[in-house]
């Protein structure tokens, strides 16, 4: 891939090398335009902070218009995979972290294997009577003390995650003096308190951020959040740790593995992800639940 200036640094502008628009295809220009750029973006031919041709030039290389290029950019900016800067152009927007749901790691270690740095707003960090939901999923008796940890999780400084953690007291008496704006509540639970964390079972679903979570990660009613929520089990199979995760949608992927075996069915020992419809009265009409 070339680019114009020799310029090697950061916001650089680049060609879109490649481009197979093909005419008289069923698919939209537009929509293959798009779908050839998000592929070079994929690819890593187009970096963070890269400056796209412009529309014109964009337009030009693919043999087609200005307004089938503008439509392709506009796709693209709705799925957040390129910003536009009114007065200075269009740029490849920052990677988004990737959560492998198949794997136990806290947020910490899962963001330092993917060089970014986690600092944490610790918004609660008390002892408090088990909630109901807590209660069940943790196993134990309705109010039972649990310490709470609510924290506002930020990657290299911007605001991305949103958890709630909820762990019996009898486990980890004193957790609630800890300091947990800056390591790992998995890594101080195996540490400190002995806990050998195993493996975890949660649901993930999709819905719009609320007010709060809005006011948080300072985004708009668009914005899409991945819900996270489940148990944490340790080495013999206790719920240790009940959780609520919420992740800005426009920053993350999902990452699952899926396997066959001969027979068509469930491959023994596998890993497995199940997918839940909703049914319609189940769907909040409002887009988002009371949080």
Not at 61 to 66: E, F, H, L, M, T
Not at 232 to 260: C, H, I, P, W
Request: with cysteine; proline share 4%.
């Amino acid at each position: 891939m070339k680019h114009r200036s020799g310029d090697s640094s950061r916001g650089r502008t680049w060609g879109v090398d490649g481009l197979k628009v093909k005419k008289g295809n069923p698919i939209p220009l537009y929509y293959q335009l798009a779908e050839e750029i998000r592929d070079q973006i994929r690819l890593g031919k187009l970096n963070d902070g890269d400056k796209l041709p412009s529309e014109v030039a964009l337009s030009g290389q693919a043999g087609v218009s200005r307004m089938t290029a503008r439509q392709a950019i506009s796709v693209l900016v709705r799925e957040r995979l390129i910003v536009v800067k009114p007065g200075v152009g269009t740029f490849v927007a920052g990677a988004k972290l990737t959560y492998d749901a198949l794997h136990l790691l806290g947020f910490t270690e899962t963001v330092m294997q993917q060089g970014g740095t986690v600092t944490s707003d610790v918004l609660d960090q008390s002892v408090i009577p088990a909630p109901e939901q807590a209660a069940r999923e943790l196993g134990i008796p309705l109010e039972e003390p649990v310490v709470r940890v609510g924290r506002l999780r930020r990657v290299d400084g911007v605001p991305l995650l949103l958890e709630s953690s909820f762990v019996p007291r009898t486990l980890c008496e004193g957790l609630e003096h800890e300091d947990l704006s800056s390591q790992s509540l998995y890594a101080l639970l195996e540490r400190k308190y002995g806990l050998r964390l195993k493996g975890a079972r949660q649901t993930v679903e999709a819905r719009s951020a609320n007010d709060y979570e809005q006011q948080l990660f300072d985004v708009g009613t668009a914005m899409t959040m991945i819900c996270l929520e489940g148990a944490t089990y340790n080495d013999q199979d206790r719920a240790v740790e009940y959780f609520r995760a919420m992740y800005r949608g426009d920053r993350f992927k999902l990452a699952v593995e899926s396997y066959r075996n001969d027979h068509g069915g469930q491959a023994s020992g596998a890993p497995r992800v199940s997918v839940l419809m909703l049914e319609d009265s189940a769907i909040p009409s409002s887009g988002h639940r009371d949080g």
